[in-house]
């Protein structure tokens, strides 16, 4: 079965600072790989995805992802953080019909 | 252009009520999911449908059922409440089991 890890539960930063949140998942013939932003009392917002072609992923609001599949990692990255980006940040892998999600990383931007 | 709602928002229910929350979509998805979300966990899928008529399980589906009566429609029912089931519900839609679209939520409280 599919699954994915989040490395790190929450990440502090300062703001203009860069940012990475670690995802790894199960390795699988093919993945659909997915990052997802929560805001504080909302639902989930797609930041972007890779289904296949180019190993970078470009989203919303600046974030970028890389997909490795050597390393079976799936890393979100942004050069230059905002206070508004704190939030919520899943990783997701499509598992058959449905996404399994990682248990998600609290970035925290302050200034 | 609503997207995915969830009514109600907020719900405060006692030992062995039942209550059903409504999901809607008016974007022509055929898939429409469940999930729970409970601090450190992540979202798990409770059930899921690919298509109106058919529902099936997810990761976490005891205590609950859901029906699929309209494809527009996503229904999810808690028949005698629980205090573990106190959580925040989500409900997504997707059209072809890739990008999800969320709704807002719906945090129940079982006392």
């Known amino acids: 079965a599919q699954s994915v890890t989040q490395l790190d539960s929450q990440v502090p930063v300062f703001e203009e600072a860069p940012v990475e949140l670690r995802c790894n998942y199960s390795?699988?013939?093919?993945?659909?790989l997915f990052w997802y932003v929560q805001y504080p009392n909302q639902g989930l917002q797609l930041l972007l995805k890779?289904?296949?072609?180019?190993?970078l992923v470009k989203g919303i609001n600046g974030f970028e992802a890389e997909f490795n599949k050597s390393q079976t990692s799936f890393h979100l990255r942004k050069p230059s953080v905002h206070i508004s980006d704190t939030a919520e940040y899943f990783c997701a892998v499509r598992g058959g019909t449905a996404l399994i999600f990682g248990k998600g990383t609290t970035l925290s931007v302050s200034s | 252009n609503a997207g995915v709602t969830q009514t109600p928002k907020f719900r405060v229910l006692k030992t062995g009520q039942s209550m059903t929350l409504l999901c809607a979509q008016d974007m022509n998805h055929e898939y429409m999911y469940w999930y729970r979300q409970d601090p450190g966990m992540g979202l798990r899928l409770i059930h899921y449908?690919?298509?109106?008529?058919?529902?099936a399980k997810g990761e976490v589906p005891d205590g609950y059922n859901v029906s699929r009566l309209k494809k527009q429609n996503f229904l999810l029912g808690l028949e005698s409440a629980a205090p573990s089931q106190t959580s925040v519900y989500f409900c997504?839609?997707?059209?072809?089991?890739?990008?999800?679209?969320f709704g807002p939520g719906t945090r129940l409280t079982v006392l």
């Open positions: 890779y289904l296949s072609g180019s190993t």
């Open positions: 449908s690919v298509g109106e008529g058919t529902t």
């Open positions: 390795s699988s013939v093919s993945v659909y």
């Open positions: 997504a839609s997707s059209y072809e089991g890739n990008e999800q679209f």
